[in-house]
T-cell receptor
Framework: ETGVTQTPRHLVMGMTNKKSLKCEQH?????MYWYKQSAKKPLELMFV???????ENNSVPSRFSPECPNSSHLFLHLHTLQPEDSALYLC????????????????FGPGTRLLVL | GENVEQHPSTLSVQEGDSAVIKCTYS??????FPWYKQELGKGPQLIID?????GEKKDQRIAVTLNKTAKHFSLHITETQPEDSAVYFC???????????FGSGTQLTVLP
């Protein structure tokens, strides 16, 4: 195991529901990430947090709302999603956030498989 | 921004043969190139990475080569085993970038 856990592993929700995805890392890292993985497409970075501060937001629709209460936990709050939002949502963490001439290795959780009906 | 292309999208090899997956990138400033393996039902796991100050790196049966002039890098798996069957992703990032740009993945199947 990588030390990054995600719950739930599977989620089915209607377009009017509100749900939250949870990620926890046990690695002592300071940066956490949300990715979206759709079939036949590259991983898409959604959000980056460094020391609980959002440092990157890749033009993600407002129906996705991240929350990082501390450096070990990351949430993704979902509301009024669309069927095209169905995908595998992956959380990752790294020692620090990349940039400034340095790239940090990212460790991924197992993902939450989301189906929006 | 960076663009990473990965080929082939699917690859089948006989057990014991070698497998090669290739990626090209567009940003000449990219200097970090990791490879991830994703098994069914799991998240991507880092298997090897290379930085631009070296041309090749090996770890047992896995090796990665980098050609900065041509802007491409490759993953080589020798003596393949059925447990190597998975989806493999390449990625690239420059030192100033906060994010990795991933390729679209290669489904490797090792036939017994």
């Amino acid at each position: 195991e990588t030390g990054v856990t995600q719950t739930p592993r599977h989620l089915v929700m209607g377009m009017t529901n509100k749900k939250s995805l949870k990620c926890e890392q046990h690695l002592g890292h300071n940066a956490m990430y949300w990715y979206k993985q759709s079939a036949k497409k590259p991983l898409e970075l959604m959000f980056v947090y460094s020391l609980e501060e959002r440092v990157e937001n890749n033009s993600v629709p407002s129906r996705f709302s991240p929350e990082c209460p501390n450096s070990s936990h990351l949430f993704l709050h979902l509301h009024t999603l669309q069927p095209e939002d169905s995908a595998l949502y992956l959380c990752a963490s790294s020692q620090g956030v990349s940039g400034g001439g340095r790239q940090e290795t990212q460790y991924f959780g197992p993902g939450t498989r989301l189906l929006v009906l | 921004g960076e663009n990473v292309e990965q080929h082939p999208s699917t690859l089948s090899v006989q057990e014991g043969d070698s497998a090669v997956i290739k990626c090209t990138y567009s940003d000449s400033a990219s200097n970090y190139f990791p490879w991830y393996k994703q098994e069914l039902g799991k998240g991507p796991q880092l298997i090897i990475d290379i930085r631009s100050n070296v041309g090749e790196k090996k770890d047992q049966r896995i090796a990665v080569t980098l050609n900065k002039t041509a802007k491409h890098f490759s993953l080589h798996i020798t003596e393949t085993q059925p447990e190597d069957s998975a989806v493999y992703f390449c990625a690239a990032a420059s030192g100033s970038a906060r994010q990795l740009t991933f390729g679209s993945g290669t489904q490797l199947t090792v036939l017994p």
